[in-house]
């Protein structure tokens, strides 16, 4: 399973920006999907995450800015991140587990975007 991620740019704080994950190849099903981030010299952050039943969970620091969606039928997520602050510049990742066979379980990873929040 692969996974496009699209979206990333350079916006003025304050901004907004939607980021998008396509998985494509022979799948399955889909559970979870999440977006992570990664600042330079910090760990990679599970920012939002969204399960097939469609429960979402964010990060503390993004709450009532972001907004993780999927659209099954398109394989696609969604990250639409509005009011974007200078602390949320970072290369933005997404990932997804589910089964390629009855049997068989996967987890991706994407090839990451880049985020860059001005100030």
């Known amino acids: 399973v692969q996974l496009v991620e699209s979206g990333g740019g350079l916006v003025p704080a304050g901004g907004s920006l939607r980021l998008s994950c396509v998985a494509s190849?022979?799948?399955?099903?889909?559970?979870?999907m999440g977006w992570y981030r990664q600042a330079p010299g910090k760990q990679r952050e599970l920012v939002a995450v969204i399960t097939s039943g469609g429960s979402t969970d964010y990060l503390d620091s993004v709450k009532g800015r972001f907004t993780i969606s999927r659209d099954s039928a398109k394989r696609t997520m969604y990250l639409q991140a509005n009011s974007l602050k200078p602390e949320d510049t970072a290369v933005y990742y997404c990932?997804?587990?589910?089964?390629?066979?009855?049997?068989?379980?996967?987890?991706?990873w994407g090839q990451g975007t880049q985020v860059t929040v001005s100030s």
């Open positions: 190849g022979s799948l399955l099903s889909i559970n979870n």
């Open positions: 990932n997804v587990d589910g089964y390629d066979s009855p049997w068989q379980r996967f987890n991706s």
